[in-house]
């Protein structure tokens, strides 16, 4: 089992940055995928951004490729998502997500307020 923590969110103004980082419990964190996800208030849970296990692989929503950049370290079990020229619509819960290799077990992270101000 995994439990994932979200850190790094808060209020920023159009055009800042900010980075997210979740950090995951356990010693098999290269064991597991990992994603971002994102829900705006009146809006269902969408797909942010996808790293595989390794951190060859990367996957973005089109409306956050060449803004958010997806990386990880599994030296220090933690998924990172670098959010730049962010915008009024990115206002949102942010979600980290894991999902064991090969299988379809997964876990949320509590998720984190991400507020930008116009």
């Known amino acids: 089992q995994v439990q994932l923590v979200e850190s790094g969110g808060g209020l920023v103004q159009a055009g800042g940055s900010l980075r997210l980082s979740c950090a995951a419990s356990?010693?098999?964190?290269?064991?597991?995928?990992m994603g971002w996800y994102r829900q705006a208030p009146g809006k269902e849970r969408e797909f942010v951004a996808f790293?595989?296990?390794?951190?060859?692989?990367?996957i973005y929503a089109d409306s956050m490729k060449g803004r958010f950049t997806i990386s990880r370290d599994n030296a220090k079990n933690t998924v990172y998502l670098q959010m730049n020229s962010l915008k009024p619509e990115d206002t949102a819960i942010y979600y980290c997500h894991a999902e064991a290799v090969g299988t379809r077990y997964e876990y949320w992270g509590q998720g984190i307020q991400v507020t930008v101000s116009s």
């Open positions: 356990g010693r098999t964190f290269s064991s597991y995928d």
């Open positions: 790293i595989n296990w390794s951190g060859g692989r990367t």
